[in-house]
Structure formats: C-alpha cells, structure tokens
C-alpha cells in the first residue's frame, strides 16, 4: 500500500465511524508515523508503506474509530504556538484556554512596567511571581513562563501523573528553569507565606450531571478529575477564591477561566474579597474569563 492508498482507505474507514474530520485525522496520523510534514503525504503520494509502518496506523486508526482523542493518540499538541506532550492523565489544552493565559500575560507586562519605572529597591528587577493552581498538562504555566522572560511560575496539581506530564512540557519548552512544580490538592501544595502578583487557575468546572452528555471523546478518555466541578461546576471556584488572598500580594490579581453560564455566580463568588471584578469573553464571543484585584483589607 502506498500513501494515497492508505489515506484514502483511512479516511473512509474514520468516516464510516462518524469521525468528525476524517481527512484531517488521517493526514496527521500519516505524517507523526512518517516523520513529516502534511505537504511531504501530497508530494509523495506513490511511496509505499512498509510493514512496521503499517502496523503503528493499523493501530492509530482503530483508536480514533474507538474516539480515542486524536492528541492522546499522537500524544501531542500545539498550544499558543507552542508544542506540549499530553497523555491521557491531562486535559488537551483548549483554545478558549489561551485567552485566559493572554489576560495573564498582560497582567504580567503590566506588573513589569510598574518594577521597571518604580527605582525602589523593593522593585527594581524583581521576577513577577505567578500561581497556575491544577496545571494538568502545565500550558498555563508553560506559556506565561515562555511569553514572560520577566516571570517565575509555580504550577500545581494534585495528580502526580499530571505533573510528570507538566514536567516534560517545561523542559520541551525550555522553561524547567522558571517553573516549580508542585503536587498537592489546590493550596495545600504550597508552604505558606508565599506571596504571588498574579493567580492563574482553569480548575475543573463542569457539572457533574453534565458529563454524560459531553462528546464521547472527553467523556470516555479525558481525565474525569480534570472536567468534574462538582454538583453545581463551582466547588473549585469557592475554595479557589476563599484561599487565595492568603498568596496574593496586595494589589494582586486572580484570573480564573469559567464556563460559558458560570460568570455571574463566580462574580458573586468573588465578591466576598475582591475587587475590580471583570468578565472577559474567550475568542468564540463566550464569558470565559473572570479577573479580581485583592486589597488587603
Ligand atoms: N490548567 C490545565 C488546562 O488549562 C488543566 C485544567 C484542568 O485540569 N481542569 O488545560
């Protein structure tokens, strides 16, 4: 068989499977066994397969038609322009992630001009320390400390599968030196008395009776504890903000990724010990960002 012939046979089969973009899906899958880029398939349409090569896209394909995430089965992603690793012990980074790490990232600049002009000794030169609280895969963590030479990360997560995964992100992306990993459920990961400008966080927020409905691809593979918020989506929001002002600095901020419905019950949520609420929106127009200063009191 050469490669046209198995694109077409592979697209066919995945779209007998209802796989949504069957064409796509077989292209990639040809080009992580190939070893190359999608326009080497179209200039190399006779070359033919050897056996072994046969063998990992025999396997590939009976994934994907299973619903097996075509990034778990690859076993990567592109996020915010950059490569990360994901296994199935991490959620696949989503789009709508990346506005919130843009927010972060502004905030983060932001923070950095204020240092630059400020000549107090307190300030001059100092690193801008940020929080990613339940980094999973560690794109949060990973692209602020990329985007952000001026920034130093701490990520954590209570899985210590997940934070292997964060760990290989971090050296892939040649950050391991700006991020400290930590493991450990939500604020217990850290020691006290560690003070951070800016707290990222995209924790699990989906209802529990909600993930049954999702797309088979994430309910049946993706990590349930990455995706269950709880009865009402919002357990990982009230303790989240009840824990926070405790490693915020003053005049800190707390970004939080939300669901599409969740803006005003986590605005309400935030207004026990924040200030300067705002709701953003992702780039499909949906709330998808939530943002508060902390002033000490
Ligand atoms: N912070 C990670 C992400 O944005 C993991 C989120 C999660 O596990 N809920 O993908």
């Given at each position: 068989m050469n490669i046209k012939e198995y694109f077409r046979f592979a697209a066919e089969s995945l779209r007998k499977a209802d796989i949504e973009t069957p064409e796509f899906d077989a292209g990639v899958m040809l080009c992580c066994v190939l070893k190359c880029g999608r326009a080497y398939l179209y200039t190399h349409y006779d070359r033919v397969l050897v056996s072994l090569e046969l063998e990992a896209l025999d396997e590939m394909l009976r994934q994907r038609i299973n619903n097996v995430p075509l990034q778990y089965i690859i076993g990567e992603t592109e996020f915010m322009g950059l490569p990360f690793s994901v296994s199935p012990e991490v959620l696949i980074p989503r789009q709508d992630t990346e506005s919130v790490i843009e927010e972060g990232i502004r905030l983060v600049k932001l923070f950095a001009e204020q240092a630059e002009t400020n000549k107090s000794k307190e300030y001059a030169n100092r690193a801008i320390r940020v929080l990613d609280m339940c980094?999973?895969?560690?794109c949060i963590a990973v692209s602020i400390a990329h985007y952000c030479p001026e920034s130093v990360v701490v990520a954590c997560d209570i899985s210590q599968e997940a934070l292997k995964i964060a760990e290989k992100n971090c050296r892939r992306n040649c950050v391991e030196n700006r991020v400290g990993l930590r493991c450990g459920n939500l604020f217990n990961a850290l020691d006290d008395g560690q003070l951070f400008d800016i707290i990222v966080s995209n924790p699990p927020y989906i209802e529990t009776g909600v993930i049954p409905e999702l797309q088979k691809e994430v309910k049946n593979y993706e990590p349930y504890l990455a995706l269950d918020g709880g009865q009402d989506g919002l357990d990982f929001y009230r303790q989240i903000v009840v824990n926070a002002p405790a490693y915020l600095k003053n005049g800190g901020y707390l970004v939080l990724e939300i669901g599409y419905n969740q803006g005003q019950s986590v605005k309400n949520i935030m207004n026990q010990n924040f200030h300067d609420i705002e709701i953003c929106k992702d780039i499909s127009g949906n709330d998808r960002i939530l943002t508060g200063r902390y002033i000490k009191p």
């Open positions: 980094t999973g895969s560690g």
